[in-house]
């Protein structure tokens, strides 16, 4: 079964405003990451927050980690219209060697 | 998409006919990863490769086939007993001792009538 799990499956705000998405996972973690996808692309890495790590910053990207309750935010800033895509959390997950698990993503579609 | 590549980027094939996508990386990354993703879901794992020589079964390796004889190629051949083959299929690779670092191909998109 999937790891993790994105909060809210789309999202569509205007240019200027933050965007926040939210991941879950089930099982402890050795490390969560971000991902962006642009349509029928393949995947970007964002930004990686380890498990003794709350909070990373890079740019306009604000990663917060909660282990207690097993979730992640991300947080875009000041959005673009270049910031539409699809966005997936991934962890690699205790006892499940080097391998990834993705959630289902959240699309976000910036207007401008 | 870093220095991995992903032919063709689409791809149509019949029903009952093997297929097989291609994968390269010039990043000197000892690990190479073959994903599947369908509209609107995430990633799942097929097939991953740890050193040359040698491949593992991911969550849905049932009807895909592997091959590792270079460390800078990695094809996933899709074969007639895949049920569903119709998909978007993504490589990736990542350093031997940072295997959670993958950087991801453009993608092959397969299309089976």
């Known amino acids: 079964s999937q790891q993790g799990e994105e909060d809210p499956q789309a999202l569509s705000i205007q240019e200027g405003e933050n965007a926040t998405m939210n991941c879950s996972y089930k099982t402890s973690i050795n490390n969560l990451q971000w991902y962006r996808q642009n349509s029928g692309r393949g995947l970007v890495h964002l930004i990686l927050i380890r498990s003794n790590e709350r909070e990373k910053h890079s740019g306009r990207l604000r990663v917060t980690l909660d282990t207690s309750k097993k979730s992640s935010s991300l947080l875009i800033t000041a959005s673009r219209a270049a910031d539409t895509a699809s966005y997936f959390c991934?962890?690699?997950?205790?006892?499940?060697?080097?391998?990834?698990?993705f959630g289902a993503g959240t699309i976000l579609r910036v207007k401008s | 998409d870093g220095g991995i590549t992903q032919s063709p980027k689409y791809l149509f094939r019949k029903e009952g006919q093997n297929v097989t996508l291609s994968c390269e990386q010039n990043l000197n990354h000892d690990a190479m990863y073959w994903y599947r993703q369908d509209p609107g879901q995430g990633l799942r794992l097929i097939y991953y490769s740890q050193i040359v020589n040698d491949f593992q079964k991911g969550d849905i390796a049932e009807g895909y086939s592997v091959s590792r004889e270079k460390k800078e190629s990695f094809p996933l051949t899709v074969t007639s007993a895949q049920k569903n083959p119709t998909a978007f299929y993504l490589c990736?690779?990542?350093?031997?001792?940072?295997?959670?670092?993958?950087?991801f191909g453009p993608g092959t998109r397969l299309t089976v009538t």
């Open positions: 990736a690779s990542s350093p031997w001792d940072a295997q959670y670092e993958q950087y």
């Open positions: 991934a962890t690699d997950a205790l006892g499940y060697g080097n391998k990834l698990v």
